[in-house]
Nanobody
């Protein structure tokens, strides 16, 4: 199962970026999907997730600034990031869990498939 990410890059503080992730067609309406990020020397951390019914959960660190969404027609997952600051600089990953979203959705061990990662730099 291949997840293909795009949309990373460099942006000034206060700017916006939109990440995209193409997922397999049969997962878009069934499985739990999320976005993680990884800072150098640290484990991946979950930032937001969307379940099969479109309900979302978001980490406090990005709440009000980042929004997850999905589009069934082009079987894609998105992360809209607004109000970016240097503390958001990280490698960002999309992920799919072949199950319903767990209460511990921020734990990367529950996810079966991962995108290749895309760098976001805010400076």
């Amino acid at each position: 199962v291949q997840l293909v990410e795009s949309g990373g890059g460099s942006v000034q503080p206060g700017g916006s970026l939109r990440l995209s992730c193409v997922v397999p067609k049969d997962t878009i309406g069934t499985f739990c999907m999320g976005w993680f990020r990884k800072f150098p020397g640290r484990e991946r951390e979950g930032i937001t997730v969307i379940d099969s019914n479109g309900r979302t959960s978001t980490a406090d660190s990005v709440k009000g600034r980042f929004t997850i969404s999905k589009h069934s027609g082009n079987h894609s997952l998105y992360l809209q990031m607004n109000g970016l600051n240097p503390g958001d600089t990280a490698e960002y990953y999309c992920a799919v869990a072949a199950r319903l979203c767990p209460t511990t959705w921020t734990d990367p061990r529950f996810y079966n498939y991962w995108g290749q990662g895309t760098q976001v730099t805010v400076s």
